[in-house]
């Protein structure tokens, strides 16, 4: 099989601001999600949103990223991966920074598209930019932007109300995430404007959506990425909840909510040294399976008894989302190929992963239990295994496409 050629690699003296930049962008990525959800009371008294608006509002990051994600390859053969990069921070910026200055639900909702539009982009592009500025150290800086997205969602959930609090006002706690875009902006600049082929960085052209769509590997992503988002998606909307119902209170659940997460940092750092022990073999994947699983097993049959130990095994198979990224590089030969099938397989994917917190509470309200979403929940966790022995395979895209 042919391997990729070692591309366009960042110079040893930036290789540190290029990473932390990396690192940085995807630290924003999550926060306009994490951070509506703790101020949603307040801010739906003071922008009259009725509850069928706010049931909008908590369903457009899963849109906004199946829709947007899908024009990230047009955006970067257009300005490339630096100058993307660079727009996409200051798109999210703005729409953090002007949504909490209006006074209804319709311009609110309008501006939280425009930043989560940014924060689609960024999602499909950090595959790509990691390709491109890293290639040889995949796992690595997978590992750090990976652990940076659930930092990300973790802050903006924990210190949103506090902020709000400490000014007196929920709009300044949402405001001030905009601060966090112009901070991470920084380092694009010069990235996006340096000379020479690493800075101007080349516009890759990647395949077509629709010669994607003609690939098994492709959807083998799309399909894996859908399920684990599905699994994600769950656990933030239901999780809470099924615990509550279990006789927890919300204290203890809001707790074992958090440890999803936090378990998931620590072992996305230590990816990379998993993959290199693992090669090509499907054991990460298969252990996504089974960790993930068992946490549901534990949830349905004794969801009070540990939720803690069912919080963790739930974050543990977490890690699937970053090692489903890592793979996006590792299975392709350019930067282009990278961020066509980011784009593909995540456009796709999150659609699939709405299916995750509308059927969970679908299925609740169909049987008035937790017990019948609890084990859809655990045989589709069952699902990443064999989805994932395909995308472990040791193949290139490229080559599946020239081939077919």
């Known amino acids: 099989m042919t391997r990729p050629p070692l591309i366009a690699t960042a110079r040893p003296r930036s290789a540190w601001l290029v990473g932390a930049a990396i690192v940085m962008l995807a630290l924003n990525l999550r926060v306009a999600v994490g951070s509506v959800g703790v101020v949603l009371d307040p801010l739906r008294a003071d922008l009259g949103m009725s509850a069928t608006v706010a049931g909008v509002l908590t369903t457009l990051p899963v849109l906004c990223f199946a829709v947007f994600g899908a024009t990230t390859a047009r955006v970067v053969r257009a300005l490339g991966l630096d100058r993307t990069a660079a727009a996409l921070l200051l798109v999210s910026g703005a729409g953090l920074a002007l949504r909490p200055l209006v006074d209804a639900p319709i311009p609110f909702l309008a501006l ?8 689609a982009i960024g999602n499909v592009a950090l ?3 990691a390709k491109e ?3 040889d150290r995949l796992p690595l800086i997978s ?11 973790t802050l903006g959930s924990v ?6 609090d400490t000014f007196g006002d929920w709009r300044i706690g949402l405001g001030a995430w905009a601060v966090l875009a112009l901070a991470a902006l920084l380092p694009w600049v010069p990235l996006a404007l340096r000379d020479g082929r690493a800075g101007r960085l080349d516009r890759p052209r990647g395949p077509t959506l629709a010669r994607l769509a003609r690939s098994p590997l492709a959807w083998a992503c799309a399909v894996f990425f859908g399920l684990q988002s599905a699994q994600a998606y769950a656990q933030f909307g239901w999780f809470p909840a099924i615990l509550i119902d279990a006789g927890l209170d919300s204290g203890q659940a809001g707790l074992a909510q958090g440890l999803v997460p936090a378990v998931g940092i ?10 290199r022990r693992t090669a090509d073999r499907p054991v990460l994947p298969w252990f996504f399976a089974i960790v993930t699983a068992s946490g549901w097993l534990g949830v349905l049959l004794a969801p009070a008894s540990a ?11 977490g890690t699937a989302f970053t090692w489903v990224l890592t793979m996006f590089g590792r299975r392709t030969a350019s930067a282009g190929g990278t961020a066509g099938l980011s784009a593909f397989a995540q456009s796709v994917g999150y659609l699939v992963a709405g ?28 699902l990443l295994g064999p989805v994932g022995m395909l995308v472990a395979r040791d193949r290139l895209l490229e080559d599946e496409l020239d081939g077919s």
């Open 266 to 275: 620590p072992v996305t750092l230590l990816l990379p040294t998993l993959i």
């Open 159 to 164: 210190l949103t109300v506090p902020i709000a």
């Open 133 to 135: 500025h890293f290639p």
């Open 112 to 119: 939280t598209v425009v930043s989560l539009a940014g924060c």
């Open 355 to 382: 299916l995750g917190p509308f059927g969970t509470g679908l299925l609740h309200d169909l049987t008035g239990a937790w017990d019948v979403p609890v084990i859809v929940l655990m045989v589709a966790a069952l």
């Open 127 to 129: 595959p790509a930019l």
């Open 307 to 317: 939720p803690f130990l069912w919080a963790a095994l739930l974050g543990l198979g």
């Open 143 to 153: 590992s750090l932007y990976g652990a940076a997205l659930m930092g990300g969602a």
